[in-house]
């Protein structure tokens, strides 16, 4: 029987939406790996949709409430950690938000508020989990948050949400510093567009996901569960040297320069369906 990588570590996801959610293929590879796993929900909504899918896990997983907009939720929630479990040895942060009628059209047209709000729920939510994270976790323990390619590159109707997650990536690299003495790595996945509740809010994402399949490196698209198992790499002893990283999972999209020529014909005909 092999060896499974979790055995024995617990900690918590932050950001479970639904079955289609990152979140859940990252909380299906953690549990294949025999991790206990706490589970964070916004608001009583998102807790009926997330217990149903902490039924299915082999270990009867910690639901704990968690409004990330809110420091004193935030706080509180670890704090229900630490005296339930003591100690973690991991967190997965998968959480991002904007208004999505503000991500069409252009970028400087975001509102003041919208930017605000952007880079606290995507970007200072997870420096915020780091720190309480960091006063229960284990030394050595893993920190892994996920972000998107438009961090990097203009994105059609990603907008403010790009530059956001640039920030993050940028935020990664100063708390892998931070609690890199304590042998504590943190990282970032970068996935392909994948079709969660999140998405819903971008513009034109059907043609989005055609055109990634045309023009990757593997011709296709990631699935949640492909990213859960990056992710179980990077939570486990198989990641211990990779720390301050944005790793790409993404079938070799952000590889590529232009389009893919053997499959020019599909991505002309994609683009004149949409004029």
Same mark, same amino acid.
């Given at each position: *029987?092999?060896?499974?990588?979790?055995?024995?570590?617990?900690?918590?996801?932050?950001? /479970?939406?639904?079955?289609?959610?990152?979140?859940?293929?990252?909380?299906?590879?953690?549990?294949?790996?025999?991790?206990?796993?706490?589970?964070?929900?916004?608001?009583?909504?998102?807790?009926?949709?997330?217990?149903?899918?902490?039924?299915?896990?082999?270990?009867?997983? $910690?639901?704990?409430?968690?409004?990330?907009?809110?420091?004193?939720?935030?706080?509180?929630?670890?704090?229900?950690?630490?005296?339930?479990?003591?100690? !973690?040895?991991?967190?997965?942060?998968?959480?991002?938000?904007?208004?999505?009628?503000?991500?069409?059209?252009?970028? !400087?047209?975001?509102?003041?508020?919208?930017?605000?709000?952007? *880079?606290?729920?995507?970007?200072?939510?997870?420096?915020?989990?780091?720190?309480?994270?960091?006063?229960?976790?284990?030394?050595?323990?893993?920190?892994?948050?996920?972000?998107? +390619?438009?961090?990097?590159?203009?994105?059609?109707?990603?907008?403010? +949400?790009?530059?956001?997650?640039?920030?993050?990536?940028?935020?990664?690299?100063?708390?892998? *510093?931070?609690?890199?003495?304590?042998?504590?790595?943190?990282?970032?996945?970068?996935?392909?567009?994948?079709?969660? $509740?999140?998405?819903?809010?971008?513009?034109?994402?059907?043609?989005?996901?055609?055109?990634?399949?045309?023009?990757?490196?593997?011709?296709?698209?990631?699935?949640?569960?492909?990213?859960?198992?990056?992710? $179980?790499?990077?939570?486990?002893?198989?990641?211990?040297? %990779?720390?301050?990283?944005?790793?790409?999972?993404?079938?070799?999209?952000? %590889?590529?320069?232009? /389009?893919?020529?053997?499959?020019?014909?599909?991505?002309?005909? *994609?683009?004149?369906?949409?004029?």
């Amino acid at each position: *029987m092999s060896k499974l990588l979790m055995e024995g570590k617990k900690g918590l996801i932050m950001g /479970l939406a639904n079955d289609k959610s990152i979140a859940w293929g990252v909380a299906q590879a953690l549990n294949e790996h025999g991790a206990r796993i706490a589970i964070s929900y916004q608001n009583e909504a998102l807790e009926k949709r997330v217990k149903p899918l902490a039924a299915q896990l082999d270990k009867e997983p $910690l639901l704990i409430k968690c409004d990330v907009s809110d420091s004193s939720s935030v706080k509180t929630c670890f704090e229900e950690l630490a005296t339930k479990w003591g100690k !973690i040895d991991f967190l997965v942060h998968a959480i991002g938000f904007s208004d999505k009628n503000q991500l069409r059209g252009q970028m !400087i047209d975001t509102t003041r508020e919208n930017f605000a709000m952007t *880079m606290d729920i995507s970007c200072f939510s997870f420096i915020e989990a780091c720190k309480y994270a960091a006063t229960i976790m284990n030394d050595g323990g893993s920190i892994v948050t996920m972000s998107y +390619m438009g961090s990097e590159r203009v994105i059609p109707n990603y907008n403010i +949400m790009g530059v956001a997650k640039a920030a993050l990536e940028a935020s990664v690299r100063y708390a892998a *510093m931070d609690l890199g003495e304590r042998g504590i790595r943190v990282n970032a996945i970068s996935a392909g567009p994948i079709k969660t $509740l999140a998405a819903s809010g971008i513009g034109d994402f059907r043609k989005m996901l055609q055109w990634n399949a045309l023009n990757s490196a593997l011709e296709r698209n990631v699935t949640p569960e492909e990213v859960g198992m990056a992710t $179980l790499g990077l939570l486990s002893d198989c990641g211990s040297c %990779i720390t301050g990283e944005v790793i790409h999972v993404d079938s070799g999209y952000h %590889i590529q320069g232009m /389009l893919r020529m053997k499959n020019i014909k599909g991505t002309v005909e *994609m683009l004149k369906e949409g004029l």
